[in-house]
């Protein structure tokens, strides 16, 4: 008896069909065929920007609850850019899910065995 799922022995899916269910637009004909995103510099970029984001996420957060209502800046822009902050961090770590999972569907790796 195989042990294998049968997911595991799929072959990589093209590029060209990295959308879940496959093309999410039909072709216009004014695109190359041989078009590809570049998932390696996005990968790169939110790896670089999670923690950058969510470091000033903390540090913004932290200096904005040691401020007082006469400090310049003030609490309301340090909370505001916190939470912009936060909001970037959220954003580059759902970019990097995304792209690490069409990365591993194109190019047919498995995860780790348990």
């Known amino acids: 008896m195989n042990d294998e799922s049968p ?3 799929e072959r990589p899916v093209p590029r ?3 959308g879940v269910i496959g093309r999410r637009f ?3 004909g004014t695109e190359p065929v041989t078009a ?8 790169v970029l939110s790896t ?5 984001f969510g470091g000033a996420a ?6 904005a609850a040691m401020s007082d209502s006469d400090d310049n800046p003030g ?12 909001a970037l961090t959220l954003f580059a ?3 990097l899910i995304v792209v690490t999972r069409r990365l591993r569907r194109e190019r047919g790796s498995r995860p780790p065995a348990e």
């Open 7 to 9: 997911r595991r022995r």
């Open 16 to 18: 060209g069909r990295s």
């Open 26 to 28: 039909a072709r216009s």
């Open 36 to 43: 590809q995103s570049a998932l390696g510099l996005r990968r």
């Open 48 to 52: 670089v920007f999670l923690p950058l």
């Open 58 to 63: 903390v540090v913004f957060g932290v200096w």
């Open 75 to 86: 609490r309301g822009p340090l909370v505001t850019l916190a939470a912009v902050c936060a």
């Open 93 to 95: 770590a759902a970019d």
